[in-house]
């Protein structure tokens, strides 16, 4: 709406307010985002109390800090837009206001320099239930120009903030949080991969001052687009304060029309764990699309750690019947089964399966899997190819970049832009996917790029949805080296993200721990490993692997011949107690507790109707002090009672000589208690975790 020369949009959603504000046709600037505004709240008199002062050293106006910042105003930071005409000259476009619609939930400006020929459009579109907006930038051009930068929409960041929260990694190590002060200047990160990456997940939380998992406030901000992203948290000299995220820069060729991904933001006055149950409803509520929405998560095996490359038929039967007698509702023949892959040399792009292994192809196998009561999945990694293949012999010029290059695991990655690419390889999996009853797809992409380049993804993203319609009922899991892509634009597309090739529970505790933060439970695949982890070297119990693997989607990944039967029956046990559990689990939020003790890694997993809950209490070291700190629970109703139950409580070694109550009986306290005292658990050893049930009375 207009009044006097000033524009202004408002949009409520879920508890909070966002206000936009344009003075004299020009673009408009973020006037407040937070807590939910009284609905007389007078917006044009937010937009001039917006405006900061002038003094000595600066122009005699603010150059607005806007949605798409203007280099040509003088904006003193990163400009929302970096272009270039075909000769190379910078192209610096002023933007005029030419329309806007806004719906109940939507809102779309339209504006246009005219100078230049180019038009900006910034979209959003609010979720009152999960309190998430969806934001976007495009440009259009009336002559092929040069992208090197487009900013999502231009928030401000908060002022009362002493760091931001984002998010690095690395194989085996992913979802690492780091807190960075703010400081004058940029905080940038960039990943120039071409696939999300496990270096730098994009996501960022920016906690006001205080604020802790459970109590005061945040913003959050994740970027949905699988070819990596540039994110810039910048504080200006006058003090303000903004975030940009896009694409990684100059990945795409001259063209008339840009558009930035999505960028998922919301605001949380209850602590991080607001930012998390958004991100994690709006993920799987919004975003992920299910074939069949009511179907359980099924119990996942995965046969990597037990044979790798070496696919004997027997052996392959011999371990999905022991893996069903475990409670595995889904086998998943992972890498090896086509061409001649007897190691990863080799073979990547001829995806017929391969005869020495499977002399009457897969039916024998996949007919024992379905005798056992399981469902059939399988494993490809369709943008590679080995330069030892039939595919790469046929075709070099399908692949990226020089014939030189530096390998990556024995790889190159196949040009997805070109249309024969994709077609190779649908006709590929499709005629698998035709000639076996498979339900699902683990989809791997284990290298880097050449050099990164948007084309690729959008032609990952064209292939996935020309299977997709095609093969409606199969799922596909993201995988990349473990977390190497995960996004909320792959996960429109895929079902289940492969978080790490970690099986090491307590580094999956720490990973799932931080992922949380953006990953549902019913996403997040989780599996039990080895005994003697293949990739850390630890060697942890039985207990301990399968209670981490079921906080989220379980899965085993040992070879079940190793276990013992005491072992046999810890996870039996823990998987039937997973599969009563997991429906509302599923349906329900991951909260991250407050410890008291950094020793203490903790999460309430609640129910939809706040009913029920389980507290998983990791312990992943060893304490400072003698006996536990008590663990304060969250979201819970003060005035209700709820029934305490220590589901393991047979757990408790030798060394916990005293009787804290929870050892031995059920209790039955106020969730006023719970949150504000908090549970006197046992003393245990580290690589130990308690599980907690509450039933809301
Ligand atoms: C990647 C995946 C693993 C496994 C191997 C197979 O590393 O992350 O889980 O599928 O590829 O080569």
């Not at 969806?134 to 930068?149: G, K, N, R, Y």
């Not at 649908?426 to 290298?447: C, E, G």
């Not at 079940?560 to 039967?565: D, F, G, S, V």
Request: hydrophobic share 40%; net charge negative; aromatic share 8%.
């Amino acid at each position: 709406m207009t009044c006097g020369r000033v524009r202004h949009w408002r949009i409520d959603v879920g508890g909070q307010t966002l206000v936009l504000a344009a003075r004299n046709n020009r673009l408009p600037e973020c006037v407040y985002w937070g807590g939910a505004l009284p609905t007389g709240e007078d917006l044009a008199t937010l937009a001039r109390a917006h405006m900061i002062d002038v003094t000595g050293g600066m122009l005699d106006a603010n150059p607005d800090l806007s949605i798409c910042p203007e280099a040509a105003q003088g904006f003193p930071g990163q400009p929302g837009l970096i272009l270039r005409a075909n000769d190379g000259t910078p192209i610096r476009p002023q933007f005029r206001f030419v329309g806007d619609v806004q719906a109940e939930r939507t809102l779309r400006l339209t504006y246009r320099d005219d100078a230049h020929g180019i038009r900006y459009n910034a979209s959003f579109a609010a979720d009152p239930e999960t309190r998430v907006i969806a934001i976007q930038a495009t440009i259009t051009s009336d002559v092929p120009v040069h992208l090197h930068w487009l900013a999502a929409p231009v928030l401000p960041a908060p002022q009362l903030a002493d760091e931001m929260l984002d998010v690095s990694g690395r194989w085996c190590g992913e979802f690492q949080l780091n807190a960075t002060p703010w400081s004058a200047g940029i905080h940038s990160r960039e990943n120039r991969t071409g696939r999300t990456g496990h270096e730098h997940f994009p996501g960022l939380i920016l906690p006001c001052r205080g604020a802790t998992n459970t109590q005061g406030a945040a913003f959050g901000f994740h970027y949905g687009w699988s070819g990596g992203h540039k994110m810039i948290a910048e504080e200006l000299p006058d003090g303000r304060r903004q975030v940009q995220f896009g694409n990684a820069t100059d990945t795409e060729g001259a063209g008339t029309t840009f558009q930035t991904a999505p960028l998922y933001i919301t605001y949380s006055d209850t602590g991080l764990n607001g930012i998390a149950v958004a991100f994690q409803r709006h993920l799987r509520d919004r975003i992920v699309t299910w074939p069949q929405p009511d179907r359980p998560r099924p119990v996942h095996y995965n046969c990597w750690e037990a044979v790798y490359f070496d696919h004997d038929i027997d052996t392959l039967k011999d371990i999905a019947s022991r893996a069903a007698a475990l409670g595995a509702e889904r086998f998943v023949l992972d890498d090896g089964w086509f061409g001649r892959r007897d190691d990863d040399t080799t073979s990547l792009g001829d995806w017929q399966i391969d005869p020495r292994k499977y002399p009457d192809g897969l039916t024998p196998l996949i007919d024992h899997v379905h005798s056992e009561g399981m469902t059939f999945g399988i494993w490809f990694e369709p943008e590679m190819v080995n330069p030892d293949s039939d595919l790469y012999r046929a075709h070099p010029d399908w692949a990226l970049g020089a014939p030189d290059q530096t390998l990556g695991r024995q790889q190159m990655v196949l040009d997805m832009a070109l249309p024969q690419v994709r077609d190779y390889l649908f006709d590929q999996i499709a005629a698998v996917l035709s000639a076996y009853p498979v339900d699902y797809i683990k989809w791997d992409h284990n290298r880097v790029l050449p050099t990164p380049d948007a084309a690729q993804t959008r032609g990952t993203y064209a292939l996935i949805d020309r299977l997709r319609a095609d093969f409606p009922m199969v799922e596909i899991e993201s995988c990349a080296s473990g977390g190497g892509r995960i996004d909320f634009g792959i996960l429109s597309r895929t079902q289940r993200v492969w978080l790490s090739d970690s099986n090491d529970a307590l580094e999956r505790l720490r990973i799932q721990h931080n992922a949380a933060l953006f990953l549902p439970m019913a996403i997040t695949g989780s599996h039990v490993g080895p005994r003697h982890c293949h990739t850390s070297g630890r060697v942890l119990d039985i207990r301990f692997r399968a209670w981490v693997a079921a906080q989220r989607h379980m899965g085993f990944e040992m070879d079940p011949r190793e276990l013992t039967k005491d072992e046999a029956r810890v996870l039996r046990d823990v998987t039937t107690w997973w599969k009563t559990n997991r429906d509302w689990m599923c349906a329900g939020d991951i909260l991250r507790l407050d410890s008291a003790d950094p020793a203490v890694i903790a999460e309430q997993q609640i129910a939809r109707d706040g009913s029920r809950f389980v507290v998983f209490a990791g312990k992943a070291d060893t304490s400072a002090q003698i006996s536990p700190r008590p663990l304060r629970l969250t979201a819970l109703e003060p005035t209700a009672q709820y029934r305490i139950h220590l589901k393991n409580r047979d757990d408790a070694i030798a060394l916990s000589r005293g009787t804290p109550i929870l050892k031995t009986e059920d209790i039955t306290v106020s969730g006023r208690y719970l949150m504000d005292h908090g549970l006197t658990l046992p003393w245990s050893f580290p690589n130990m975790i308690w599980v907690i049930e509450g039933t809301k009375l």
